[in-house]
């Protein structure tokens, strides 16, 4: 008993060692992570969809051709200034039956900028649907692959490729091939442009052969907020610069208006000017014209008078000469 009390005296560890080891293997403080908001409140995402179903495709329904191309246009938002692609989401669900042998598949994403000419408004835009009599051209070192329909001079990049084999099966029962991705480009759009979902398929076909297909695309896009500060600041000012331009047309139109109202103002102060000296001119010719005709009267009065007073002197001198005679005859007789 004494020799297992030494032996344990001796294993055991010093009371301080002890107090070190407790405090050496307690658990470290529990702290709580700080969650991250979601969705998050600073980005405002916009979502853009299209989508495609045919049970059975009519374009290739009785019709033995085995190239065949589909293109699906997906929207980008026009409201937003610089929309960025942060993600893209695809389904495709091709189906035949009655078929043989193997079909070739690739899907593309393509972007591409939307063509400047006006001209003609089908070559400016890949067309969407199906399109048939499409050429299978080698166009990696090894294997078959297809171009992606694009317009001649029209800058085009491929966001993603997906080749692919389907066996098909001689029987009247669907099967099918399924493809889902999904991917963050991020791509700026800085002009206008188009975005498209591709489907090549080459196979060996019958006319007898049916083909189905579903497609599904979902696009996420966020607008870029340091270019749409900048397209506020040059939209600020060129409205600034528009204002400046419209109130400078303002003024000028007004100063056009005073200068035609301050020649309006001339012009009629000389008419009145004109007027009035045409006045003063006519009433000094007709106060000319009076004192002429006074004159004339006051001529013709005292010619009048003269006239008179001859008439009356020569009256008198008859009376005078009348009564000399008298006078002589009475002398005489």
């Not at 009785?62 to 942060?86: A, C, H, K, R």
């Not at 029962?173 to 889902?180: A, E, P, S, T």
């Not at 000028?252 to 006045?279: F, G, H, I, N, P």
């Amino acid at each position: 008993m004494t020799d297992v009390q030494d032996q344990l005296s001796h294993t055991m560890l010093p009371a301080e060692h002890m107090a070190l080891a407790v405090q050496s293997f307690s658990p470290p403080p529990s702290c709580t992570p700080t969650p991250v908001i979601f969705p998050p409140e600073d980005i405002s995402e916009t979502y853009t969809h299209a989508s495609y179903s045919k049970e059975s495709i009519p374009e290739l329904v009785n019709n033995d051709q085995g190239n065949w191309m589909f293109s699906l246009n997906v929207p980008i938002p026009d409201e937003m200034v610089y929309p960025t692609l942060t993600s893209l989401e695809y389904t495709i669900k091709y189906g035949t039956a009655n078929g043989q042998g193997t079909s070739m598949i690739q899907t593309s994403i393509l972007l591409t900028k939307s063509s400047n000419s006006s001209s003609n408004v089908d070559s400016t835009r890949v067309l969407d649907g199906i399109t048939i009599n499409t050429p299978k051209i080698s166009i990696y070192r090894t294997g078959v692959g297809f171009p992606p329909q694009t317009l001649n001079g029209v800058p085009t990049v491929c966001l993603s490729s997906v080749p692919a084999v389907k066996e098909n099966c001689n029987t009247s029962l669907w099967n099918h091939y399924v493809d889902r991705q999904q991917f963050l480009p991020h791509v700026r759009i800085i002009e206008a442009s188009r975005l498209y979902l591709q489907l090549h398929v080459a196979a060996t076909s019958s006319p007898i052969m049916l083909r189905s297909l579903v497609a599904d695309v979902s696009a996420a896009w966020v607008e870029d907020l340091q270019g749409k500060a900048l397209h506020d600041k040059i939209q600020a000012v060129q409205m600034r610069k528009a204002v400046a331009e419209s109130k400078r047309a303002e003024n000028e139109q007004a100063r056009l208006q005073a200068e035609r109202k301050s020649a309006q103002a001339k012009l009629a102060r000389y008419k009145a000017e004109e007027e009035e000296k045409s006045t003063k001119k006519k009433s000094e010719y007709d106060q000319l014209a009076k004192k002429l005709a006074d004159e004339q009267t006051d001529r013709h009065r005292i010619a009048k008078v003269q006239v008179v007073a001859l008439a009356e002197t020569q009256s008198v001198a008859k009376k005078v000469a009348d009564a000399a005679a008298h006078q002589l005859n009475i002398r005489q007789g």
